[in-house]
């Protein structure tokens, strides 16, 4: 665990069924973001934009059929709202919450890091990865590269728990965990040795 701090004001909406996944990458965001907040999606008790919006912050909802990332847009003066759920659970959040802020979509490119999770289309990623992208066209690319550390440590050890050794070691040739942690990785690596 590292603690991530950014200027970007970071708001977690996740749908109730999502709270109980153990891959859910909104909820590392929760975890390693401590100013983060995490709102729950439940239709009996459904979220208000009056306790979302954060004053003096203009919201952004990421969204694919959202307007094109604006320029120069300064972080410090920005929240943005992140649907933490399947693809199906989304599009129903994105519809109660729509309105209440700028919809953007991320200039986003590549696989999906996420392997714990299979994406249903080429182009869809995690909630974090979300963030990640998001946070990079911010220009706060140290931000970036500490969230993802914490991201690609948790699909690391997703993968180990699973036993999906050969995947986990696959994920981790390509991985910047292996430079960052190496002692950490040593200790994983002992721990299992030891259990067999």
């Known amino acids: 665990f590292q603690a991530v701090e ?8 996740m749908h109730r069924r999502e709270f109980w996944r153990p891959t859910s990458t909104g909820r590392l965001i ?8 995490h709102h729950l999606f439940n239709r009996e008790a459904l979220p208000t934009r009056e306790a979302v919006a954060r004053p003096g912050r203009e919201l952004w909802i990421l969204h694919p059929r959202g307007e094109t990332l604006p320029e120069n847009a ?9 649907l933490d759920g399947s693809w199906r659970e989304a599009a129903a ?7 209440w802020g ?3 979509r991320l200039p986003a490119a590549g696989p999906s890091r996420n392997a714990l999770r299979r994406q249903e289309n080429a182009g869809n990623y995690s909630t974090i990865e979300s963030l990640l992208f998001l946070l990079a066209a911010l220009g706060l690319g ?7 550390l914490q991201f690609e440590l948790h699909v690391y050890a997703g993968l180990r728990t699973r036993g999906a ?5 696959e994920f981790l040739a390509t991985s910047p965990i292996r430079d960052a942690f190496p002692d950490l990785l040593a200790q994983l690596h002992e721990r299992r040795v030891n259990e067999q």
């Open 142 to 148: 140290e931000t970036e590269a500490r969230l993802r």
């Open 74 to 82: 300064a972080p410090e003066n920005l929240q943005v709202l992140l």
């Open 93 to 99: 959040m994105a519809h109660h919450v729509g309105a």
């Open 6 to 13: 950014s200027p970007l004001a970071v708001d977690v909406l």
């Open 30 to 37: 929760n975890r390693v973001m401590p100013a983060s907040r």
């Open 102 to 104: 700028r919809l953007v």
């Open 165 to 169: 050794k050969v995947l986990a070691e």
